[in-house]
């Protein structure tokens, strides 16, 4: 099975971090990605982390995205950042509205991510390829259904070149999501996020801040295993690998893992899905 992959990760915090993250990085790259990506903090708090990271991955011939948000940002800010990330190489960006720090009032020059894709096209034109993020199961603060996928066209026309979702399990969600976007316009690849489930607690918690859905029969069988790491981490990989299946079978056009800076789930799932070999 040929399939673009790419592997996204979050900037370490700490000097042990990084050393664990270059032996992930060693363990994922022998996959051959499309490329990486890097996360951004709100407020753009881990720029310099991020940004380090995407250096690094570079440096180690692979190409990197870097997140870029626009939350708090002004114009002269975010063309220093263009530069900055144009100058060390970096051809790839993931334009992200991004969340507020805890305590922050809206402010800066850009209202939503599609005013920053428009921005980052009238500076730097073809320069980078931009990355949108969209949701198949509906932004957690959007207004409606129809006003989210309103706002994920928006974006297409002002730049995008493709889009990756928020992480989901059910994949007529994305089928679903698919089909609305191109009846709206928004004819770009729209690749499926993917997130390994490893462990129960973590994933609840993350779907219940990102309102990723997760089915009740899956929540019922985790919630059943305690804390029986193993029986989660396998059903978990049975889950997420049929979940992959359906949708690379359906015309998923590349598949983005959420790696959470750890080699070892996303390479289960592709050893049984037999991608990147």
Not at 118 to 144: K, M, N, W
Not at 228 to 236: E, L, P, Q
Request: charged residues 20%; neutral net charge.
């Amino acid at each position: 099975m040929a399939l673009p992959i790419s592997f996204e990760f979050f900037p370490p915090k700490t000097p042990e971090g990084a050393v664990k993250l270059r032996a992930v990085r060693a363990q994922l790259r022998a996959r051959a990605p499309q490329f990486c990506s890097v996360t951004y903090g709100a407020g753009g708090s881990t720029q310099a982390g991020t940004f380090a990271t995407v250096k690094e991955i570079l440096e180690e011939g692979t190409d990197a995205a870097s997140h870029f948000s626009c939350i708090g940002a002004t114009r002269e800010t975010v063309r220093d950042q263009l530069h900055q990330l144009k100058a060390m190489g970096v051809r790839r960006l993931v334009a992200l509205r991004g969340d507020l720090p805890s305590g922050y009032g809206i402010g800066g020059e850009f209202q939503y991510a599609s005013d920053l894709v428009a921005f980052i096209r009238a500076e730097t034109g073809r320069d980078f390829h931009l990355e949108v993020a969209c949701y198949p199961e509906v932004h957690p603060q959007a207004r409606s259904p129809q006003a989210d996928m309103q706002a994920f066209a928006t974006k297409v026309r002002a730049g995008a070149d493709s889009a990756i979702t928020q992480y989901f399990f059910t994949p007529e969600a994305y089928f679903r999501f698919v089909d609305e976007a191109r009846a709206a316009g928004a004819d770009v690849p729209i690749v499926p996020g993917i997130m390994p489930i490893t462990s129960s607690t973590q994933l609840m918690r993350f779907s219940d801040a990102c309102g990723a859905e997760i089915p009740r029969w899956v929540r019922l069988r985790l919630q059943s295993f305690g804390d029986d790491t193993a029986s989660i981490k396998a059903f978990g990989l049975d889950v997420v690998a049929a979940l992959c299946e359906r949708l690379v079978a359906g015309g998923a056009p590349a598949l983005h893992f959420y790696t959470m800076n750890q080699a070892a789930p996303a390479l289960a799932l592709l050893d049984r899905l037999g991608l990147g070999e």
